[in-house]
């Protein structure tokens, strides 16, 4: 029986994860963000209305479900209020639905203007980040400098602690960045006003998860935030995300184990897209990146940046299955294939000299000899938006899904055809 289920992104992120998660949360009781924070933008459409979030679980829109953020996220905590506050606004209340880890690092102001005036620094190695402050937050951790929700509890610690932080960042600010400093004051006040918020909704997560997972028969969907190829060790480095956006991540970032797991889904859109820089193989510009771009709504949920766009990648997709234990595969916007007459899938890869390359890795190292290797398969130019039963596909859609299954030797367990809940293929139920 599956009760604990991972959902994470096989591709650059922006797989469509937030429309599954919601889909899934249905018969969920508890959805768990593991690592990441606000860069990333989880899109859910329900009934023609659009929500975004960012670092509130995707399942929280349903009244049955308590979403938890593991101490492997970085919050904001400003930016998590400010979300609260928008979705109360839209009468969804998730105050009494929400806990957050102790040990969660906290993203303070000094990152985000870090993150900012580095890639305004920079000159060739500009990563593209999303500008949340997530990479200086993370880096704060591993330098043990960062501060915690939990910290908070003990004033006079953390006001000495930020003290000397704010202090560490003023002098790259002033001295090396040329930009003004952050008032350390300023920052006091504000973790002020809303400590006790993040007090009520503060808990040893990792704790309260095992106790779920031991005594409780419920069901748990642990989210996973950006996409394998942005992993901090395992992605396309350095034009990565600075948390481990693969497997290991659910681990580190909520303190279960592997043997509580029981069922691991793959989110791939059925092309590929990627916001910032860095090796992506199969892109495509011109016309028909346009097509994708204004079909496909192809631009970032947290920044608006435009996305660039390419063909679905197997090359890519065999390493990303075999990093994650994917169980099986859910594929999304089918539907923006529709008035294709032909679709190219890239099975492998050559170099300048016509060697065959059948690995990603290789590609990370000298991706400017590298050009795809595409088996063309045909168009099935009819719509497919919002059909909810595989028989109702036509030949060629089914025969595409067909084939990335054999490619991956993986199952589709789910298909997404459109934007809202109800535009959802389910092959294979997965909460039995
Ligand atoms: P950071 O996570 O803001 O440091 O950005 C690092 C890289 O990850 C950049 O290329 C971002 O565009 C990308 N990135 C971060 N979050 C997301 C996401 O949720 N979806 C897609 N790309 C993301």
């Not at 606004?89 to 969660?104: G, P």
């Not at 192809?298 to 234990?325: H, K, P, Q, Y």
């Not at 990335?404 to 389910?426: C, F, N, W």
Request: net charge positive; glycine share 8%.
């Amino acid at each position: 029986m599956n009760n604990n289920i991972v959902v994470l992104g096989l591709q650059w992120g922006d797989e469509g994860k937030g429309k599954i998660i919601d889909f899934l949360s249905k018969k969920a009781n508890y959805i768990v963000r593991y690592q990441g924070g606000n860069n990333a933008g989880h899109t859910l459409v329900i009934d023609k209305k659009k929500i975004i979030l960012h670092l509130i679980p995707s399942g929280v829109l349903h009244p049955n479900v308590i979403g938890i953020i593991g101490n492997g996220v970085v919050i904001s905590p400003s930016d998590l209020i400010k979300e609260i506050n928008l979705l109360k606004k839209q009468n969804i209340n998730v105050i009494d639905r929400l806990i957050i880890s102790e040990s969660s690092h906290l993203v303070l102001k000094y990152h985000i203007k870090m993150d900012q005036s580095r890639e305004k620094f920079k000159n060739n190695t500009i990563i593209g980040t999303t500008g949340r402050g997530i990479g200086p937050a993370y880096e704060d951790k591993v330098a043990r400098r960062g501060l915690r929700v939990g910290d908070l509890k003990n004033i006079d610690f953390f006001s000495k602690r930020l003290k000397e932080v704010v202090n560490y960042y003023n002098y790259q600010f002033i001295n090396y960045y040329k930009v003004p400093p952050v008032s350390y004051k300023d920052i006091l006040k504000e973790l002020l006003k809303i400590k006790n918020i993040l007090f009520n909704i503060m808990r040893n997560t990792r704790e309260l998860l095992y106790k779920i997972i031991i005594n409780n028969n419920k069901k748990i969907i642990f989210e996973g935030a950006q996409g394998t190829f942005l992993d901090i060790d395992h992605g396309t480095f350095p034009y990565v995300t600075s948390s481990n956006t693969t497997i290991g991540g659910v681990f580190t970032g909520t303190g279960i184990g592997p043997k509580y797991l029981n069922y691991t889904l793959g989110v791939v859109k059925v092309y590929a897209t990627r916001v910032g820089n860095g090796p992506f193989i199969t892109e495509f510009f011109g016309n028909l990146s346009e097509l994708f771009y204004s079909k496909g709504l192809e631009f970032g949920s947290t920044t608006g940046r435009r996305r660039r766009i390419g063909w679905l990648d197997i090359v890519l997709l065999r390493e990303s299955i075999f990093m994650n234990s994917i169980t099986a595969l859910c594929l999304t916007k089918l539907d923006i294939l529709d008035n294709l007459s032909e679709i190219k899938i890239c099975i492998g890869y050559k170099n300048n000299t016509g060697k065959l390359i059948n690995n990603f890795s290789y590609v990370e190292n000298f991706s400017n000899d590298i050009t795809p290797i595409y088996k063309i398969v045909k168009g099935w130019n009819v719509s497919t938006f919002g059909i909810s039963n595989f028989n109702k596909l036509p030949k060629e859609a089914k025969d595409f899904v067909y084939l990335i299954a054999e490619l991956t030797s993986t199952p589709v367990d789910i298909i997404s055809t459109g934007p809202d809940r109800k535009h959802t293929i389910v092959c294979r139920e997965i909460f039995t």
